[in-house]
Structure formats: structure tokens, C-alpha cells
T-cell receptor, first 112, second 115 residues
């Protein structure tokens, strides 16, 4: 059974720091992995999608990497800003059906 | 520019009552989904509709029913609410099924409390 884990559950860093969020999964047979952002009281917004054949994707100050063999993905945020404060979730797509398997998220607080 | 719209945003129910969560998308997407999100857990898929006219069970379908009313609308019904169904519910849509790697769009969520 595929399980997705995000550690830590919460992270607080000063503004301007570069930081890394972690996502691990137990079954390497994935179709893709996605990172999402969730603001309080809001829905989720897709940030980056990495296909299983890819190693990384970049969007602005965000860079996501994927290592299927070790069952790990990281989301790198450069030069963090208070506006980056949110919960970040990762999810993997199982190739056999339409189900995304989700991590519980990392709540990120960027202190001004 | 609405995207995915869910109603109601907040609802309190008594145990045993029924209610329907409404969802509509204006992006002409084929696939729609209902998730629930509980504290400390990842989102869990309740039901999905890969295309108009079809619905399938997800990971946690018990206690729920769905209707794909048309291409735009996908409703979730709780027939006899239980405290275990207290959660935040999210509707989502994609242009086609996940395997195409499409971006998934979410509504803003519906906070449901069953007392």
C-alpha cells in the first residue's frame, strides 16, 4: 500500500532563508508526483508536477526534485518571503487508477 | 474566472440529518472529484467521476453518494450524517483523467460539522 509522509509537520524560518520541504513515498511505482500549496480557509493550488521520468521541475523560486529509487521528493524554496507561509502538500499518482495519494502536509511559517 | 465553486462553505448538521454538497466547474473539465481532509491526514478520495455519466468509488465512499448532474456539476450527498463525517470537503476537477498529467483545480472547501 502506497504511503506518503511529509516531515516535519511544521517549520518556522526567518524571511530570506532558502529551505527544503521533504516528501517520501513507499512504493516507487508512481506515475507522477505533485506539490500543492494550501492557504488557511482556501483550496489547494497546484505548484509543480513531476512526471515519473523526470528528475526535477522549476517554477520561479520553487524547485522540486524526484528520486523514485529512494522514494523521495524535495521542494526547494529560494529566498523565502512571508507570502510563502502556507501548508505545502505532496501527492503521488498511482499508475493503476485515478487516485492521488496525499501526504498530510508541512505547515510553513516565514517570519518577517 | 470562478474555476471550481462549492456550496455551502459552512454547515452544522445533527446526527442522522441529510444534506448535499454542491460543486460546479466552469472550465469544461471532464473529470471531477470529491475529497475529505481531516487534521493530520492527507486528503482522501471519496468518489470521482472520470467523465459525464460515470461515477466510481474512491478510498472512503461509505456513507456518501454522488451524482454527476451534467458536465459542470458533481454533488456529494450524506444520507444520514454521523460525527465521523465531520471534516473539510473539497471538490476538484481536471480536464481529463489524472493519467494525462493534467493540473487539478480545487474549490475552496466546505466545512462540515456533525453534532
Amino acid at each position: 500500500k502506497q504511503e506518503v509522509t511529509q516531515i516535519p509537520a511544521a517549520l518556522s524560518v526567518p524571511e530570506g532563508e532558502n529551505l527544503v520541504l521533504n516528501c517520501s513515498f513507499t512504493d516507487s511505482a508512481i506515475y507522477n508526483l505533485q506539490w500543492f500549496r494550501q492557504d488557511p480557509g482556501k483550496g489547494l493550488t497546484s505548484l509543480l508536477l513531476i512526471q515519473s521520468s523526470q528528475r526535477e521541475q522549476t517554477s520561479g523560486r520553487l524547485n522540486a526534485s524526484l528520486d523514485k529509487s529512494s522514494g523521495r521528493s524535495t521542494l526547494y524554496i529560494a529566498a523565502s518571503q512571508p507570502g510563502d507561509s502556507a501548508t505545502y502538500l505532496c501527492a503521488v499518482l498511482r499508475g493503476s487508477n485515478y487516485q492521488l495519494i496525499w501526504g498530510a502536509g508541512t505547515k510553513l511559517i516565514i517570519k518577517p | 474566472n470562478a474555476g471550481v465553486t462549492q456550496t455551502p462553505k459552512f454547515q452544522v448538521l445533527k446526527t442522522g440529518q441529510s444534506m448535499t454538497l454542491q460543486c460546479a466547474q466552469d472550465m469544461n473539465h471532464n473529470s471531477m472529484y470529491w475529497y475529505r481532509q481531516d487534521p493530520g491526514m492527507g486528503l482522501r478520495l471519496i468518489y470521482y467521476s472520470a467523465s459525464e455519466g460515470t461515477t466510481d468509488k474512491g478510498e472512503v465512499p461509505n456513507g456518501y453518494n454522488v451524482s454527476r448532474l451534467n458536465k459542470r456539476e458533481f454533488s456529494l450527498r450524506l444520507e444520514s450524517a454521523a460525527p465521523s463525517q465531520t471534516s473539510v470537503y473539497f471538490c476538484a476537477s481536471t480536464e481529463t483523467a489524472f493519467l494525462a498529467g493534467n493540473t487539478i483545480y480545487f474549490g475552496e472547501g466546505s466545512w462540515l460539522t456533525v453534532v
